[in-house]
């Protein structure tokens, strides 16, 4: 039982343009959304969290939306940078549960110069 | 600023062998998770502490056992290891408080032949 799903397993895109990778989710009792990015063999690192109660979020180049009553957030990336390129997991945390985290399967990124 | 360290970096064990990872919270962080991330899977949550005591568990084998000490580190041990044991794991940490904003550890690579 996924329940925070990662739709897309890849995205190519030219560098400059804008990045937006998806992430639908089925728990009503999430509290607080994060988007991690992750180099193999190394730590997921920390992007960007939004809690249920906002629906946006922005810091620097990075921006998450989130839509409730359709239970998808998205996270954008503007301008995409080579740097970028990792893969990019959605997680969540339930309420009043100790903040473990539930991940998705994640996004291979993917920006070409 | 100081992150979360964890030792060692990679283990090698024979099946049915022991094995102990370590992890070190950030200074003043008194929450730490610990999660396994099995080769293209997302990392699944196993076990979580806050003040020393166990707050969660979850798809922790019973031959996986943990604890944090007064410094706050935290240790996995493992026992009876099986190949399905080889995995990534990955220590997070957290001010509970602000669970929204956890950060991992670099990961422990763990072979079992």
């Known amino acids: 039982d996924q329940q925070v799903k990662q739709n897309s397993p890849s995205l190519s895109v030219q560098e400059g343009r804008i990045s937006i990778l998806n992430c639908d989710y089925t728990n009503s009792m999430f509290d607080y959304f994060l988007w991690y990015k992750k180099y193999p063999a190394e730590g997921p690192t920390f992007l960007i969290s939004?809690?249920?109660?906002?629906d946006k979020n922005e810091d620097g180049r990075f921006t998450v939306f989130l839509n409730k009553s359709a239970k998808h957030l998205s996270l954008h990336i503007v301008p995409s940078q080579p740097g970028d390129s990792a893969v990019y997991f959605c997680?969540?945390?339930?309420?009043?549960?100790?903040?473990?985290?539930?991940f998705g399967q994640g996004t291979e990124l993917s920006v070409k110069p | 600023a100081a992150g979360v360290i964890q030792s060692p970096r990679h283990l090698i064990k024979e099946k049915r062998e022991t094995a102990t990872l370590k992890c070190y919270p950030i200074p003043r962080h008194d929450t730490v998770y610990w999660y396994q991330q099995g080769p293209g899977q997302d990392p699944q949550f196993l076990i979580s502490?806050?003040?020393?005591?166990?707050?969660d568990k979850g798809s922790i084998p019973d031959r996986f056992s943990a604890q944090q000490f007064s410094d706050y580190h935290s240790e996995l041990n493992m026992s009876s290891l099986e190949l399905g044991d080889s995995a990534l794991y990955f220590c997070?940490?957290?001010?509970?408080?602000?669970?929204?904003?956890?950060?991992f550890g670099p990961g422990t690579r763990l072979t079992v032949l």
């Open positions: 939004i809690s249920s109660i906002k």
């Open positions: 997680a969540a945390t339930v309420y009043n549960q100790g903040g473990k985290l539930i």
């Open positions: 997070a940490s957290a001010n509970q408080g602000l669970y929204n904003e956890q950060f």
């Open positions: 502490f806050y003040e020393k005591m166990q707050s």
